[in-house]
C-alpha cells in the first residue's frame, strides 16, 4: 500500500514555497505526540494501521508524514536536490513548528522511523535540546551493513528483475527524480562513521536519556542477528519486538501496533493481543512470562524504563512491504553486480 487512506494534511516550509503532506489523528493539545518517519521510498501509507489502531486513545497525537518528493508531498524544484540533509531539515522544521507548537504545553515528543527513517530518527534523536521522549525504530540497528544493501534489492525485483526508475515512481507513488538520487553516493550527506563493515550510526545515542525500542523481522536482511545483540549490549534498557517470518522492513500488524503504542505510556493505550515476553537482565538468568503487555507508567513520566529489556517474539504470516534501498558508498558497485546476475 502506497497511498494513504487518511486524508492529507499539509504543513508550508518556511524556507520554501514545499508542502509537506501528512496524516494525523488525535487531538492537536494532546499530552504525547507521535511522529512516524519512513523509509527511504516509503511513503505515510505505511503507517496507516498504526494511526487507525490509535484513533480510539486519548491523550496521543500520531502522525505519520510524507518526506519530499514521496506520496502527496511536493518534490524538489525541477525534481532534484534529494538528500538526507534535506529531509533533516524538513523534520526539524515540521518538529518545530507542527508538533512542538507550544499551543497550550509542549507535548512529549516520541519518535517511530522504519529503516531510513530510524536513521533520521537518531540524528534528531541526538539533539539534546529537542528533549525527544523515546524512539522506536523498525528494522534499522546502530549500523547499516554494506552487504545489507543486497537484501533491500530483492524486495524490489518483479518477476526476477529490477523495474525501471519511472515503473518503480508510479508502483511506490513517488516522483521520479527521488528515484534517481537514491541510487546516487551523494543521497547520504549526514556526517556518520564508518568501517569496513558499513556505515556507523550508534554515537548518536550516546547521550539519549530516552527509551529506545526496536521492531525487526526474524529474516530481515537488514538488522542482522548481531546488529540485534549489539543493541542489546550498547542500550541495556532497550526493548526488542522480533516478527517471526518477516523480512524487511517489519509490517505493522496488529501486535506491531499495539508493541509500538503501549511503548508510548499512554495511560488509555489497551492491548488485545496475547504475546510471549522473555525479559532479560545482564545481571540475572532469563525468565519467561506469558502475558498481556501494560503501558510502561515509568517510562511516561521520565522517558526511561528501567526495567530490564524485553524482548517479544511474535509469529507474522502477513506479507512485508519491502524496503527500498539506503544509500552506501558502494552503491554503483551494487547496482552492476545485479545488472551483471539479471542478464
Known sequence: MTRSHFPAQYFQLLSSKRRLAFSVVGERNSPDVLLCLPGLLETRATFDPLLKAAESLHGLRVIGLDLCGR???DPMTDDK??????????????????????DTVTPRVHLLGTSMGGILGMYVSSDKHLGIHSLTLNDIGLSLKWLSIYGLYDGMKKAGRMPDPHELAQQLHVSIGAVLAVQSPAHFDLPYRKDWTGMQ?????????????????????????????EMRKVLANIEVLEVADAKHPAPFN??????????LGVSKAQTHTRTHMHLSSHMHATAQLQETAQPNEASHET???????ASVSLSEHQPSTQQHPSPARWWHKVIRRLSAKEK
Open 71 to 73: 506520496g502527496d508531498s
Open 201 to 229: 550510526f550508534g554515537h548518536l545515542l550516546n547521550h539519549f536519556k530516552g527509551l529506545v525500542r526496536l521492531v525487526h523481522g526474524s529474516d530481515s536482511g537488514v538488522c542482522l542477528p548481531e546488529q540485534v545483540k
Open 81 to 102: 536536490g534529494y538528500a538526507m540533509s534535506v529531509y533533516l531539515d524538513d523534520v526539524l522544521n515540521f518538529l518545530r513548528k507542527e508538533v512542538m507548537h507550544g
Open 254 to 263: 496488529a501486535a506491531v501496533c499495539s508493541f509500538v503504542l503501549q511503548g
Open 303 to 309: 522517558g526511561v524504563n528501567h526495567q530490564p529489556p
